[in-house]
């Protein structure tokens, strides 16, 4: 496609159910990171791929958070176990990969509204 | 380690007016700096970022921003608003992490 997507665009969940969230990077780039936006915490980072490694999760906030990506491409966010302080909306982004350098531009997907009753 | 402070989490402004957008940041490594749009309902968008070279930096839409390290500041600016403006702006760090570490926001109103 043209941009990254994600799926679903809003998700209301009850307490305690498991979710998980889905992000299609650009065709082609090999870097992928989760962030979290929310009211409290505002712009969060929460993992980076590199294909399919996750070489820093250092931004997950709890065990109840786990992210895969397969392919090189399609990842996943799956919540555990989910809680109100969750909500948030979750934006996937992805960019090129050039070794040696740490800046290649983000581009980011619309996000996911999750919300937890 | 890198952190933003961005200055006033809300900023009116009237129609034709300067915008002014406040950003200072903290990093223990050379910055890499970026400011980002979101409008409602909508992703991130990159306006403008700072890399290397020249410290006037200019992006789409008409904004600008001057990175200056002795300040450790990089400040938005636009000389004339327009109402397709309103939105909210990011303004966010990276350095030896690849991730981007982002300020709080600032809420940008165009009073008409």
């Known amino acids: 496609g043209a941009g990254v997507s994600q799926s679903p665009s809003n998700k209301v969940t009850e307490k305690g159910k498991d979710v998980e969230l889905r992000c299609d990077p650009i065709?082609?780039?090999?870097?992928l990171y989760w962030y979290r936006q929310s009211l409290g915490q505002g712009l969060e980072f929460l993992i980076y791929f590199q294909g399919n490694s996750a070489p820093d999760k250092s931004g997950l906030p709890s065990d109840r958070f786990s992210a895969e990506r397969t392919g090189g491409s399609v990842s996943t966010l799956t919540i555990q176990r989910t809680q109100q302080e969750d909500s948030a909306v979750y934006l996937c982004?992805?960019?090129?990969?050039?070794?040696?350098?740490?800046?290649?531009?983000?581009?980011f997907g619309p996000g996911t509204r999750l919300t937890v009753l | 380690a890198q952190s933003v402070t961005q200055l006033g989490s809300h900023v009116s402004v009237s129609e034709g007016a300067l915008v002014l957008l406040r950003c200072n940041y903290s990093?223990?490594?050379?910055?890499?700096l970026f400011w980002y749009v979101q409008y409602p309902n909508q992703g991130l968008q990159l306006l403008l970022k700072y890399t290397t070279g020249a410290t006037l930096v200019k992006g789409i839409n008409g904004f600008e921003a001057e990175f200056k390290k002795s300040e450790t500041s990089f400040h938005l600016t636009k000389p004339s608003a327009h109402m397709s403006d309103a939105a909210e702006y990011f303004c966010?760090?990276?350095?030896?992490?690849?991730?981007?570490?982002f300020g709080s926001g600032t809420q940008l109103t165009v009073l008409p």
């Open positions: 966010a760090v990276t350095g030896s992490a690849r991730q981007l570490t």
């Open positions: 065709s082609g780039h090999t870097a």
């Open positions: 990093s223990s490594v050379p910055p890499y």
């Open positions: 982004a992805s960019s090129t990969s050039d070794q040696g350098s740490s800046y290649n531009e983000q581009f």
